[in-house]
C-alpha cells in the first residue's frame, strides 16, 4: 500500500535516465492483470524498477514483454509463493464489506517492515500510512487479494541486464530470498544495503540510489533480448 512518494526521495538522481513514471497498482486483483495495465501505461522502452511486490509484478511484466524491458531493478522482494498465513489472512481481508472503513496499514503492520531502530520514528510510520489512505480501502482489498506464487522456475525467462537488491536488516523478505532471486537470473547482479529495513526507499535512498545509479550507468544502451 504504497504510492508513487515511495520515490519522491530518490527522484532527482533517477531522473537523469528519462521520465519517471508510477505503474497504477490499484484496480486489479492478479499479477497478470497488474502487469497488462502497467504495460499499457508504459513507454515502448523503458528501465523497471519493482519494489516488493512490485517485484513480482516486474517481473510479470518482462514475461508479457520481454522486448521492453531494456533493464530489471528487484529491491526487496523475493521468488517464494505466499505463505498459508498470508494467503489465509488475504481471504479474510477478502470477505471484509467494502463498506468497512480503511484507515491504512496498522502502526504494527508499518513498523514490522522497518529497521528495529525505526519502530519509533513516528514521521516515517505516519509517512507510511498516509499513502495506504491516499490508496483507500478498494485498492487494499484489491492488493490483498493478488495471488503471488512462486516463479523461481519461470527466472531463466528474464534475460534483461538484472539487479537484486537486499536490505541488511529486512524482517519481511530474507536474505536468502533475495539470493534465490539474484541465482535463477542469469548474469544478474546483486547488492546489499545493509543499513535499512525492508522499505529502502524510505529509509535509506540515498544508499539505494548510490547502488542502483552506478548499474544504470555501466548498461550497455541495447533492449532486452526477445527469448
Given at each position: 500500500?504504497?504510492?508513487?512518494?515511495?520515490?519522491d526521495?530518490?527522484?532527482?538522481?533517477l531522473?537523469?535516465?528519462?521520465?519517471?513514471?508510477?505503474?497504477?497498482?490499484?484496480?486489479?486483483?492478479?499479477?497478470?492483470?497488474?502487469?497488462?495495465?502497467?504495460?499499457?501505461e508504459?513507454?515502448?522502452?523503458?528501465?523497471?524498477?519493482?519494489?516488493?511486490?512490485?517485484?513480482?509484478?516486474?517481473?510479470?511484466?518482462v514475461?508479457?514483454?520481454?522486448?521492453?524491458?531494456?533493464?530489471?531493478?528487484?529491491?526487496?522482494?523475493?521468488?517464494?509463493?505466499?505463505?498459508?498465513?498470508?494467503?489465509?489472512?488475504?481471504?479474510?481481508?477478502?470477505?471484509?464489506?467494502?463498506?468497512?472503513?480503511?484507515?491504512?496499514?496498522?502502526?504494527?503492520?508499518?513498523?514490522?517492515?522497518?529497521?528495529?531502530?525505526?519502530?519509533?520514528?513516528?514521521?516515517?510510520?505516519?509517512?507510511?500510512?498516509?499513502?495506504?489512505?491516499?490508496?483507500?480501502?478498494v485498492?487494499?482489498?484489491?492488493?490483498?487479494?493478488?495471488?503471488?506464487?512462486?516463479?523461481?522456475?519461470?527466472?531463466?525467462?528474464?534475460?534483461?541486464?538484472?539487479?537484486?537488491?537486499?536490505a541488511?536488516?529486512?524482517r519481511?523478505?530474507?536474505?536468502?530470498?533475495?539470493?534465490?532471486?539474484?541465482?535463477?537470473?542469469?548474469?544478474?547482479?546483486?547488492?546489499?544495503?545493509?543499513?535499512?529495513?525492508?522499505?529502502?526507499?524510505?529509509?535509506?535512498?540515498?544508499?539505494?540510489?548510490?547502488?542502483?545509479?552506478?548499474?544504470?550507468?555501466?548498461?550497455?544502451?541495447l533492449?532486452?533480448?526477445?527469448?
Amino acid at each position: 500500500m504504497l504510492d508513487e512518494t515511495l520515490w519522491d526521495d530518490m527522484r532527482d538522481r533517477l531522473a537523469p535516465f528519462g521520465p519517471l513514471a508510477h505503474a497504477d497498482l490499484r484496480h486489479d486483483s492478479t499479477l497478470e492483470d497488474l502487469a497488462r495495465r502497467a504495460l499499457a501505461e508504459a513507454p515502448p522502452s523503458f528501465i523497471l524498477i519493482g519494489f516488493s511486490m512490485g517485484g513480482y509484478v516486474a517481473r510479470e511484466m518482462v514475461r508479457q514483454a520481454p522486448g521492453r524491458v531494456r533493464a530489471l531493478v528487484q529491491i526487496a522482494t523475493s521468488t517464494r509463493p505466499d505463505s498459508d498465513a498470508v494467503r489465509q489472512g488475504k481471504r479474510t481481508v477478502a470477505r471484509a464489506a467494502p463498506s468497512v472503513s480503511f484507515a491504512g496499514l496498522s502502526r504494527t503492520a508499518i513498523a514490522s517492515s522497518l529497521h528495529p531502530r525505526e519502530v519509533d520514528n513516528e514521521a516515517l510510520i505516519e509517512r507510511v500510512r498516509t499513502m495506504g489512505v491516499r490508496l483507500g480501502g478498494v485498492a487494499f482489498r484489491n492488493q490483498s487479494m493478488v495471488e503471488r506464487p512462486g516463479d523461481l522456475h519461470l527466472l531463466g525467462e528474464i534475460r534483461c541486464p538484472t539487479l537484486v537488491v537486499a536490505a541488511g536488516h529486512d524482517r519481511l523478505r530474507s536474505l536468502e530470498e533475495a539470493q534465490e532471486l539474484h541465482a535463477g537470473i542469469a548474469g544478474a547482479q546483486f547488492a546489499l544495503v545493509e543499513d535499512s529495513g525492508h522499505m529502502i526507499p524510505l529509509e535509506a535512498p540515498q544508499a539505494l540510489c548510490d547502488v542502483i545509479v552506478p548499474w544504470l550507468e555501466a548498461l550497455p544502451p541495447l533492449r532486452c533480448r526477445e527469448p
